[in-house]
């Protein structure tokens, strides 16, 4: 297993897991032919962890492997806070339909066949270019130090944002509520502008007063709203 080098947060970092040696390689070279940093595992199983602590810019999985094999990874990224948006190519030696629908319905982006080409491996790569820069946009964390007010239950906090990105935030508060609450969340991006109300999961705690929270519930409105404050902030952060 070979883990990228550190670098710029443009960098998109692929994640390729299959268990022939021929495959990989050739991967590999159109990933770097085209500025991607790669790592790449043989062993499907030390997958598993790292889906869940490590966020990819995309996965290209083997459709057939011990077990679990890329229908398996695939469907387990999605059910996962980490990679659940990652966009997926599932690479296959097994061309019926009903095997792609398989492939679709575990959450699939793309599905290619063995034996590989470049060529069109390269072109399923630069398909992908806009939903990974979205997703980019979406999880880019920008620090941020605004108001914000969190409601759980009958409880009410009072706290500041230490970061914010479009699928979440990162706060420092009064006091932290616990792990897995479900909190309704109002952020004030300026004095006179409403605020921008949500729904949120609390996934991190850190210490006694600051807490991650990442937003399952924001209203099309609400989120263009901050997509347009956030946007500028990623341009410059570049």
């Not at 022939?20 to 499907?44: D, F, H, P, W, Y």
């Not at 060529?119 to 946009?137: G, H, M, P, V, W």
């Not at 108001?147 to 706060?171: F, H, K, P, Y």
């Amino acid at each position: 297993m070979t883990a990228p080098a550190q670098g710029n947060w443009m960098q998109q970092r692929v994640l390729i897991v299959d268990d022939e040696q021929e495959t990989c390689e050739l991967i590999e070279r159109v990933v770097g032919s085209i500025g991607m940093e790669a790592l790449t595992l043989k062993n499907s199983a030390q997958a598993v962890d790292l889906l869940d602590r490590i966020k990819f810019d995309l996965m290209i999985l083997d459709f057939h492997m011990a077990s679990p094999d890329g229908v398996e990874l695939a469907r387990q990224s999605r059910r996962m806070r980490t990679n659940r948006t990652t966009p997926v190519i599932l690479i296959s030696d097994d061309q019926r339909p009903s095997a792609v629908s398989i492939g679709f319905e575990a959450g699939a982006s793309f599905v290619l066949y063995k034996p590989l080409d470049k060529e069109r491996l390269l072109k399923t790569l630069r398909a992908t270019q806009s939903t990974i820069d979205r997703e980019r946009r979406r999880t880019r964390r920008i620090p941020v130090q605004h108001r914000v007010q969190l409601r759980l239950g009958a409880v009410e906090v009072e706290g500041e944002t230490i970061n914010v990105s479009l699928s979440g935030m990162l706060v420092r508060a009064q006091r932290a509520l616990p792990l897995g609450s479900r909190v309704e969340t109002s952020l004030h991006l300026g004095h006179g502008m409403k605020p921008v109300a949500g729904r949120g999961a609390i996934v991190r705690v850190a210490g006694i007063n600051q807490m991650g929270i990442q937003m399952e519930q924001l209203g099309a409105t609400e989120s263009e709203r901050l997509e347009e404050f956030l946007l500028p902030l990623v341009q410059e952060a570049r």
